[in-house]
């Protein structure tokens, strides 16, 4: 099918043209000044305005893109007024070198309502942006394709896809994503657009292929557009290889036949054409391949669930300069047998096709997660990735409920639950992560940092910052250059969540160098065993060796006091960057404890000592003669994350009279439970415990979701110094806590496993 010498779309930018053949430009860019206490990373401009705030229902594609003289092209989804029935496609292009902008932007199209652009570039530098448009119809809604008349001009011209027929009537689609290839052969992927009278949820995927002749100003469109397979959610996305033919088109499929009531129960699916023009949809991967349920394991719903993650509502495509493809996507939990989904708590992961292993880029799995962050919204989710020219490989994305404790990431976070908007809804914020190792595989990825970093507590309509929609530049130069809408009012207004807002929508490019450097997420199996998603086993341990050097080796200290002398050591056996806490508890012969130091946030590199020199503590001639400990700890102190502990103990001479090692037979005043000795342990430790007066004392280990362990004192006990011995040798490494009960006392304390 081919469309000659299309329409002239956007005659304010053709003017520009006639009257001066070289790109204009209305005036400079103006930096974004409705935000002055935003501490963004790199540059902020405002490159337009929209009074609708999400641009995507799923993947966001690619509505901004680089063009080889360094040029920023950007499409959005423009609002003109409240409640938007006046919608249309705006384009963006920004010159570096003189810092300037189109006057708010330029119409694409010239339709009654268009909506849910992307962009693609002509390997001449212009802009072809595509859309869902209604031309004439208000019940028919076509997808349209675009052209700049001419580089960087902002004068276009469009032509309709061919149509497809159901039912006597143009089936609706929507959510176009575009790519092209080396060949300038575009492609174009589209998801059926449901009305609110559909029984089902499932949804059909086409794609259609496209050249244009920019000396005739005409495209051919392929002769049909293609189904590609079935969704329940508008999460497909398409990427070309920048150095060869090569085209891969992602979807999520619905796993069971009962998936298509809901929008959770989803595997991400992958088709590759190796030349662009001949494709064989039965011919996929499916790459996460969740493991359905097994009955035979009923009643057990959590062992027969089996996998509890699937995949939710976008992905990202993106060939490297290797020409290897890599593919982010976002999982929530889902329990199947229940068919049930939980979309607020989130992940988003890697996979390639040269390793085919799974990573975690970014970890939105909170303790405290129970907010709601609005329709087809997770606490992390819509990735949108690029590559620099050496291979290394960023991925922003949209984040509610900031991680307090960015360390502590397996198996949660806790949230800084503060930043809600009045209505009630999470204000969301762009981060950024970069995978460690670049090239072939990215195994690794750092926790990430915010680079919007609003903050509008209880903010009303047109009070709040929250960021959504963000797209990523594909190619990487100096910069990441993203586009995002800062809705000023949080939650989908079209979902009767906040108010209508005329929002800003805000180009910002950010130097690589100013990324901050943060430590690595811990990554653990995509797929879960049978007992779903591990809520009750301990973090990850990195793998950290302390080591304690008392000075001298054998220290005794006098009973009129002196000073505890030692050195400490921390190495780094894990192969990577991790931050940690040094710190030292004293343990004095009546079993009381104290800190006595702490280094927080020390950074150590792969294979690095660091070295804690000559740390000393003095022992006061008032404190008790006998045995004492120090024990040193490498962790997250304010969470009890303890990764490895190392100990000494040291000797205080009685005064002069006194017996060594006399023991105190004097009766205790008072219940107490002693913090368990040694602690951490492996695998075993004692509990300490006093009783004034004769009674009955229980005594009882429990795991830390309260689940009893063992009974380690129960009955009748006389007055005096009681000890108890917990053995864990059979028990997973982890947190418990020892309980004492009597005579109305009640004591807890914890304990910690390493083994």
């Not at 405002?46 to 799923?58: F, R």
């Not at 052209?147 to 027929?165: H, S």
């Not at 960023?394 to 806790?414: D, H």
């Not at 430790?685 to 280990?701: F, N, R, S």
């Amino acid at each position: 099918m081919t469309f000659h010498r299309c329409a002239v779309y956007a005659m304010t930018g053709l003017i520009y043209l006639i009257s001066n053949a070289y790109p204009a430009i209305a005036r400079p860019a103006v930096k974004n000044i409705t935000n002055p206490a935003d501490d963004p990373i790199g540059e902020l401009y405002l490159a337009g305005t929209t009074w609708c705030d999400v641009q995507h229902w799923g993947s966001c594609g690619r509505m901004i893109q680089v063009d080889s003289g360094g040029w920023m092209h950007m499409v959005w989804m423009k609002g003109l007024n409240s409640g938007a029935s006046q919608r249309h496609i705006f384009y963006q292009l920004y010159d570096p070198s003189l810092m300037q902008f189109f006057t708010g932007g330029i119409q694409v199209d010239q339709s009654l309502r268009t909506g849910f652009p992307n962009l693609a570039l002509h390997s001449d530098n212009r802009a072809m942006p595509c859309f869902q448009q209604r031309p004439q119809h208000p019940n028919e809604d076509l997808l349209a394709l675009s052209f700049d008349y001419f580089p960087r001009t902002g004068a276009f011209g469009a032509a309709n896809l061919p149509y497809i027929f159901s039912g006597g009537s143009i089936l609706p689609l929507t959510n176009l994503i575009i790519a092209k290839d080396i060949n300038d052969r575009y492609h174009i992927v589209s998801t059926e657009d449901l009305d609110s009278t559909s029984t089902t949820l499932v949804r059909k995927i086409f794609y259609c292929g496209a050249m244009f002749n920019p000396s005739e100003f005409e495209i051919t469109f392929d002769p049909e557009q293609i189904q590609v397979g079935i969704t329940t959610t508008i999460s497909a996305d398409i990427a070309s290889s920048p150095v060869s033919e090569r085209t891969a088109i992602g979807w999520l499929q619905p796993c069971a036949t009962q998936s298509d009531t809901n929008l959770y129960d989803n595997d991400l699916i992958i088709c590759i054409s190796q030349d662009g023009v001949e494709w064989d949809f039965n011919d996929t991967i499916n790459v996460t391949n969740w493991i359905p349920p097994e009955l035979v394991y009923l009643p057990d719903t959590a062992t027969a669930n089996r996998d509890t993650l699937r995949c939710f509502t976008d992905m990202c495509l993106l060939f490297d300069n290797d020409d290897i493809l890599h593919v982010f996507f976002t999982t929530i939990a889902y329990h199947a047998i229940q068919n049930v989904g939980y979309p607020r708590n989130s992940f988003i992961w890697h996979w390639d096709e040269f390793s085919q292993k799974f990573s975690l880029v970014a970890s939105g799995w909170y303790e405290n997660g129970g907010s709601d962050p609005g329709y087809l919204n997770a606490y992390v989710q819509r990735p949108s990735a690029g590559v620099d020219e050496y291979g290394q490989i960023y991925c922003i994305y949209q984040r509610y409920l900031a991680p307090v404790y960015p360390m502590y990431n397996f198996p949660y976070y806790y949230a800084d639950t503060s930043d809600f908007s009045l209505g009630g809804y999470p204000n969301s914020e762009i981060w950024i992560s970069r995978a460690n190792n670049s090239g072939f595989t990215c195994l690794y990825w750092e926790q990430g940092a915010g680079i919007t970093n609003t903050h509008t507590p209880s903010g009303g309509a047109g009070m709040c910052q929250s960021e959504i929609s963000p797209s990523l530049a594909p190619v990487v130069d100096d910069y990441c250059h993203l586009i995002y809408v800062l809705d000023k009012d949080a939650g989908a207004v079209e979902e009767d969540e906040g108010g209508w807002t005329n929002n800003d929508v805000l180009y910002q490019r950010i130097p690589t160098d100013d990324i901050p450097i943060t430590p690595l997420l811990n990554t653990f199996p995509m797929h879960c065993d049978s007992t779903g998603m591990p809520i009750n086993i301990s973090p990850p341990t990195y793998n950290l060796n302390v080591t304690l050097y008392p000075q001298p080796p054998q220290i005794v200290i006098p009973d009129s006091g002196g000073n505890v002398l030692f050195d400490i050591t921390v190495r780094d056996n894990w192969g990577f960057f991790c931050q940690i806490d040094v710190w030292v508890y004293l343990m004095d012969p009546a079993f009381n404890t104290e800190m006595i130091y702490i280094q927080e946030e020390v950074s150590l590199n792969p294979g690095q000592i660091m070295y804690f020199n000559d740390i000393m503590h003095y022992i006061e001639e008032s404190c008790p003669a006998g045995t004492y400990t120090v024990s040193a700890i490498v962790g997250i102190w304010s969470l009890e994350v303890i990764w490895d502990y190392a100990s000494f103990t040291f000797e205080k001479s009685p005064a002069a009279g006194v017996e060594f090692g006399a023991v105190d037979k004097s009766l205790p005043d008072k219940f107490q439970l002693f913090p368990a000795f040694p602690n951490p342990f492996n695998a075993e430790t004692v509990i300490a415990y006093d009783v004034p007066t004769a009674g009955d004392v229980e005594l009882k280990a429990y795991n830390i979701c309260g689940r009893e362990i063992s009974v380690l004192a129960e009955g009748w006990k006389e007055p005096g110094h009681h000890s108890a011995f917990f053995d864990g040798e059979k028990l997973p490494s982890g947190i418990y806590l020892v309980r004492m009960s009597a005579a109305g006392y009640s004591a807890v304390e914890k304990m910690a496993l390493i083994k």
